[in-house]
C-alpha cells in the first residue's frame, strides 16, 4: 500500500529564509505526487504535482519540488520565504493508472517569522 | 476561475441526527470526491464517484455514509445517524477526465465544517 510520510510537522522559518519541507513517499511503482497548501480557513489549493517528464517542478508563489526516485522523495522548497506562505503544507501521492484517490501526508504547518 | 463550492460552511447537530453536505463541483468535471479531515490529523479519502456510481471507497465509508448526485449540478454526502466522531472538516472535490484516464488533479472546496454534539 502507497503511503506519505512528512517529516517535521512544524516548521518555523525567518522571512526571506529557505523553505525546505519534506516528504517521503512508499510505493513499488512511482506514483503521481503534489503539494497541496491550506491557509487557515480555507480549502486545500494545489501547488504543484508531477506525473512525467522532468523531475524538477515548478508551482505557484514560487514554490518548486524535485522528484527523486533513488531517495523516494517529494520535498518542497522556496528560496525565500514571505510572510504570506504561513500555511499548513500536504504532500500527496495518487497511484498510476488508477482513480484519481489522493493519499495525503499528515501536514507541516509552516511559520514564518518577521 | 471556475471553483468547487461546499453548504454549509458550518453545521453542528446533535448526535444521532442526519446531516447532508452539499457540494458543487466544477461544470465539466466528471470525477467527484469526499475527503474528511478530523482536526489536528490528516486529510483522508472517503469516496469517488463517477457515472453515477460509486468509483472507489475507503474503509470509513460505512453504511451510514451515502453519497448522491440528485441533479447536473450537486453532489451530496449523507450522514444517516451522526456519531461524535464524524465531527471533522469535510472537502469535496473534483476532477476532469483526462486522456487514457484521470488527470490525477483534483480541486477542493473550501469545505464544511461539522460539529457533532
Known amino acids: 500500500a502507497q503511503s506519505v510520510t512528512q517529516l517535521g510537522s512544524h516548521v518555523s522559518v525567518s522571512e526571506g529564509a529557505l523553505v525546505l519541507l519534506r516528504c517521503n513517499y512508499s510505493?513499488?511503482?512511482?506514483?503521481?505526487l503534489f503539494w497541496y497548501v491550506q491557509y487557515p480557513n480555507q480549502g486545500l489549493q494545489l501547488l504543484l504535482k508531477?506525473?512525467?517528464?522532468?523531475?524538477l517542478v515548478k508551482g505557484i508563489n514560487g514554490f518548486e519540488a524535485e522528484f527523486k526516485k533513488s531517495e523516494t522523495s517529494f520535498h518542497l522548497t522556496k528560496p525565500s520565504a514571505h510572510m504570506s506562505d504561513a500555511a499548513e503544507y500536504f504532500c500527496a501521492v495518487s497511484p498510476r493508472g488508477a482513480t484519481n484517490k489522493l493519499i495525503f501526508g499528515t501536514g507541516t504547518l509552516l511559520a514564518v517569522q518577521p | 476561475e471556475p471553483e468547487v463550492t461546499q453548504t454549509p460552511s458550518h453545521q453542528v447537530t446533535q448526535m444521532g441526527q442526519e446531516v447532508i453536505l452539499r457540494c458543487v463541483p466544477i461544470?465539466?468535471?466528471?470525477?467527484f470526491y469526499w475527503y474528511r479531515q478530523i482536526l489536528g490529523q490528516k486529510v483522508e479519502f472517503l469516496v469517488s464517484f463517477y457515472n453515477n456510481e460509486i468509483s472507489e471507497k475507503s474503509e470509513i465509508f460505512d453504511d451510514q455514509f451515502s453519497v448522491e448526485r440528485p441533479d447536473g449540478s450537486n453532489f451530496t454526502l449523507k450522514i444517516r445517524s451522526t456519531k461524535l466522531e464524524d465531527s471533522a472538516m469535510y472537502f469535496c472535490?473534483?476532477?476532469?477526465?483526462?486522456?487514457?484516464?484521470?488527470?490525477?488533479?483534483?480541486?477542493f472546496g473550501e469545505g464544511s465544517r461539522l460539529t457533532v454534539l
Open positions: 472535490a473534483s476532477s476532469e477526465v483526462g486522456t487514457g484516464g484521470p488527470t490525477g488533479e483534483l480541486f
Open positions: 461544470s465539466n468535471h466528471l470525477y
Open positions: 508531477y506525473t512525467t517528464g522532468a523531475t
Open positions: 510505493s513499488s511503482v512511482p506514483p503521481y
